[in-house]
């Protein structure tokens, strides 16, 4: 080998779509005759290649992979993530659960677009799980992905619409908000709970009995239930103790306006208002019972409200049991110009602004938050509209807005109040 010069050599390296190419390592000079070539890479060993899917950007389609069977075309599963009534799951958690092309469990998430749009991309071809999450509400849907192709993940229409019981939700009816109406535009199902200010006997039922309380996964909490959680009779103790445990098993808390008392007494120091609050007393046993003697009901009971979303049952409670729920609002009418400084709020309704109507005074302001708490909606000045938070790490969350969406709402009002209901 004496007198003969080193060559160099080179290596052809062969870059599949999914691959990073990079050069190859140097080889150290060796002086002719003092010994052997060799190539050291002294580079750490690379764990693999970690594939991140977009579903903002274009499929980038996997090299065919030969297997033991042949040759392995990947394929596509498309689609419009949507809540029943064909609205727009906007930010909705997509995952395909599969197999990749040598039979290895393999799991593709991907987030919906600001219309709902999904792509779960380079899958295996064959049978697919494909979940769709937002919030509280799930749906788990059978695909077929065929190699080379994109194919909507139900086989036909691109739309991936959630089903109407894909979350079990319970509505206290309340007076001067409607949140019923909301849930009814996206086309859910729900139980709505006889509980205003002159009918709530059905409300106190539900939250005195915890096994049937915990058969939902969301309660909703009209302004103004009927219900004065400040009372300390045993029933109504005990409704409060079950709420905190709802919410503790992972169940979700909507409260709106009048009915903060839920928040205030429910989980105090997350969130202070600006609103009067009766005094810790005794109710008039009639009128605060959940399993009431027959003497707490007039017969015959009194007929239902005749009011849109008032509840359809006739109301057994004497008229003295005809009560507020312990809180009043200082808020006045009129317009607040507010900022979203929820990400995913600000995505669902594609704005980070909008005006807030008040039709009426006396509205429940939210002095402050403690730290963790997310503010979901303020006015200008920053004062929190709407907020959000969770009392127990692993637990349900718990909402109150200020504002509602009876008689006062506006398009981007309900369209905020939609995007709440799935961060619930």
Not at 365 to 380: H, R, S, T
Request: glycine fraction near 10%; hydrophobic fraction near 40%.
């Amino acid at each position: 080998m004496k007198g003969i010069r080193p060559h160099l050599v080179a290596a052809l390296l062969l870059c599949g779509a999914l691959a990073a190419c990079e050069a190859e390592p140097q080889a150290p000079f060796v002086p002719p005759d003092e010994g052997p070539i060799t190539f050291d890479d002294a580079r750490p060993a690379r764990d693999g290649l970690v594939v991140v899917e977009d579903a903002f950007l274009p499929p980038t389609r996997d090299a065919a992979i030969r297997t033991e069977a042949g040759v392995c075309t990947t394929g596509d599963l498309i689609g419009v993530a949507c809540a029943p009534g064909g609205q727009a799951l906007a930010g909705a958690q997509v995952v395909a659960v599969t197999t990749d092309c040598f039979g290895q469990p393999r799991e593709v998430q991907v987030v919906a677009d600001q219309r709902g749009r999904f792509r779960l991309s380079n899958l295996a071809p064959g049978p697919a799980e494909v979940n769709v999450r937002l919030g509280s509400f799930f749906a788990r849907y059978q695909a077929e992905v065929v190699g080379g192709t994109a194919r909507p993940v139900n086989g036909e229409s691109e739309k991936v619409c959630l089903p109407a019981d894909a979350t079990r939700m319970a509505v206290l009816t309340g007076d001067f908000d409607r949140i019923q109406a909301v849930i009814d535009g996206l086309g859910f199902e729900y139980d709505l709970i006889c509980g205003d200010r002159g009918h709530h006997r059905p409300a106190r039922q539900l939250l005195a009995d915890r096994e049937r309380l915990g058969t939902y996964d969301i309660l909703f909490v009209n302004c103004t239930s009927g219900i004065d959680l400040g009372h300390t009779d045993a029933d109504v103790q005990q409704a409060l103790a079950n709420l905190r445990w709802f919410v503790r098993q992972g169940g979700s808390l909507y409260v709106s306006d009048l009915s903060a008392d839920f928040v205030r007494r429910g989980w105090p120091g997350f969130v202070s208002f600006l609103a009067s609050q009766s005094p810790a007393a005794d109710g008039e046993d009639c009128c605060v019972c959940a399993d009431c003697p027959p003497a707490c009901s007039v017969d015959p009971p009194a007929p239902p409200r005749d009011c849109e979303g008032c509840c359809d049952d006739p109301n057994p409670l004497p008229a003295q049991c005809n009560l507020g729920n312990g809180t009043g609002g200082r808020g006045s009418n009129g317009q607040i110009e507010a900022v979203v400084p929820s990400e995913f709020l600000a995505h669902y309704l594609n704005t980070d602004r909008l005006t807030v109507n008040f039709n009426l005074s006396a509205w429940v302001q939210i002095a402050e938050v403690a730290a963790g708490v997310e503010v979901l909606v303020a006015d200008g000045a920053g004062q929190p509209l709407m907020v959000l938070f969770e009392p127990e790490p692993g637990g349900g969350r718990v909402a109150f807005t200020s504002f509602h969406n009876h008689a006062q709402a506006t398009d981007a009002m309900l369209g905020i109040l939609e995007a709440l209901i799935f961060r619930l």
